[in-house]
């Protein structure tokens, strides 16, 4: 990923769902150090170490938006003048959800990218800008290798072929919108297993799957969009 992020460096709105989800139902089982929520406004991760954040918002017709701030790296604020740099700057109305704009002005957030008419768009930087934050915040979410890595440091683990291949048979089944019961229990169980923060707790296995299914993972219903 670029450093400032571009358009580019941004997967489908689908298969960084299906990451950000992944991590979400992880999240929900107790096994993650990453708060995440789900809400009609998409999956809200937040990490209170780096006050890091990011949010996926879906809305029809296949749109996105993607806001967040990684504050230690970022450099897109304050603007000239030193109010904050309008991220907001050309994303249509109708994907500017309510607070959004305000987030902006209380300088929450270092980048914002939306996806419409096939392809992700940001507001053009001034040469001044050398990091939005973007790859701080969301590595996790460009590619399915990044978002194995982050379930696992957020499990304490640096590398654990068994919960590796679990986390990423999850995410196959995310993709294709193809989970159930069986793959939550399975993924949880082993993530759980192996971590070494976890302390033999049982994993809520239950609250997991209701993620998953809330968040469209399976074939009986979609994700939530912004309306």
């Known amino acids: ?50 006050s890091v954040w990011w949010r996926l918002t879906l809305a029809p017709g296949g749109e996105a938006v993607l806001v967040g701030q990684d504050s230690d790296a970022s450099s897109t604020h304050p603007a000239a003048g030193g109010g904050a740099r309008d991220l907001l700057a050309g994303m249509p109305d109708r994907l500017a959800y309510p607070g959004l704009r305000a987030d902006l002005d209380d300088f929450l957030v270092c980048f914002a990218y939306w996806f419409t008419d096939g392809s992700w768009h940001r507001v053009d930087y001034p040469a001044e800008v050398l990091d939005d934050g973007l790859k701080g915040a969301v590595g996790c979410l460009h ?59 049982r994993p809520d296995t239950g609250k997991a799957l209701e993620v998953a299914q809330r968040a469209g993972l399976g074939p009986t219903q979609g994700p939530p969009l912004l309306s």
């Open 1 to 50: 990923m670029h450093q400032p992020g571009i358009p580019a460096d941004l997967d489908t709105p689908a298969r960084m769902w299906a990451r950000a989800a992944t991590l979400a139902v992880l999240a929900a089982a107790g096994l993650s150090f990453d708060e995440m929520t789900l809400s009609d406004r998409g999956v809200y991760s937040w990490w209170g170490g780096g």
């Open 143 to 201: 590619d399915d290798a990044g978002a194995v890595r982050h379930a696992l440091e957020m499990n304490g683990l640096d590398h654990h072929p068994e919960a590796e291949a679990a986390i990423d048979g999850f995410l196959r089944l995310a993709h294709g919108r193809a989970v159930d019961a069986d793959a939550v229990s399975s993924m949880v169980t082993l993530v759980a297993a192996a971590s070494p923060d976890f302390e033999g707790e």
